[in-house]
């Protein structure tokens, strides 16, 4: 049996307030770092690079640094999931945009909750430039509140939005969710009777991020009362939220993690 030809209307992408969005990064993020990369600076001359690669595993992302010019690391990655609305595949760099520094190498790297966290070293070669802090990074900072969703600068393939929905063939429904740095403790889901709400709040934070992030938002049934009449099942895994409307007839399970409607 195929499954059920019902577009999902995602309504997420509207501004509710005339403000717009928190960030244009994920219509979903109410607080804390924006952007889908950060680049800046620490107090002891060394980068800190943050990029939100969710989907991604925590050991299937790649990265260098430039043997040529060292002035960037190039990074990688690729979502394995295809239920998540196919594979998404991300490639970009980060680093230096002056002519007085190179990155002498990458310090430490992690991959987390669909986060890429690195820490890159450098010295200067431009002895002119010794006494001065050099503070110029690529790519530059865009984290911002507006009105219109920006698309990921590192995505090459895949999907290019935070909320990917569908009907599955047992007739319910499935949803991802991005939520870059969420890990399942994070996260609490609820429901009435065409609405699943979720809200999100990293409790761990990284001692270079300024703030933890929260997200907020909902995800709606085409299908009248769906919703109320069956069960829904939820698990966040690298960063991205799914959730599963299972029908009686139906009952495959995210990760055997199952929590009955009120």
């Known amino acids: 049996m195929g499954e059920p030809k019902v577009e999902f209307r995602d309504m997420s992408r509207i501004p509710k307030v005339r403000e717009g ?25 060394n980068l800190y690079v943050r990029v939100d690669l969710p989907g991604v595993p925590d050991d299937a992302v790649h990265h260098r640094v430039d043997a040529v010019r060292q002035k960037v690391v190039f990074f990688s990655g690729e979502t394995l999931n295809p239920k998540e609305g196919g594979i998404r595949e991300y490639s970009g760099t980060a680093g230096l945009g002056c002519d007085c520094c190179e990155i002498t190498g990458v310090v430490d790297a992690k991959m987390k909750d669909g986060v890429l966290r690195m820490i890159l070293s450098r010295v200067k070669v431009n002895k002119d430039q010794h006494n001065n802090k050099c503070t110029l990074t690529v790519p530059p900072f865009t984290g911002q509140s507006g009105i219109r969703l920006e698309d990921h600068p590192c995505l090459v393939n895949g999907r290019k939005g935070a909320l990917f929905g569908k009907a599955t063939a047992g007739g319910g429904a499935f949803f991802a969710v991005d939520l870059p740095g969420v890990s399942p403790d994070d996260v609490e889901v609820s429901a009435n009777e065409n609405e699943i709400r979720f809200r999100a709040e990293i409790k761990n934070v990284y001692e270079h991020d300024e703030s933890s992030r929260t997200y907020l938002g909902s995800v709606q049934s085409p299908f009248p009362s769906l919703i109320s009449n069956n069960t829904i099942a939820w698990d966040a895994e690298f960063g991205v939220l799914r959730i599963a409307v299972v029908t009686p007839g139906d009952m495959t399970i995210i990760n055997n993690k199952r929590s009955p409607i009120e």
């Open 21 to 45: 969005f928190y960030a244009t990064n994920n219509q979903f993020q109410k607080a804390g770092p924006k952007g889908f990369i950060e680049v800046k600076v620490l107090e002891n001359d």
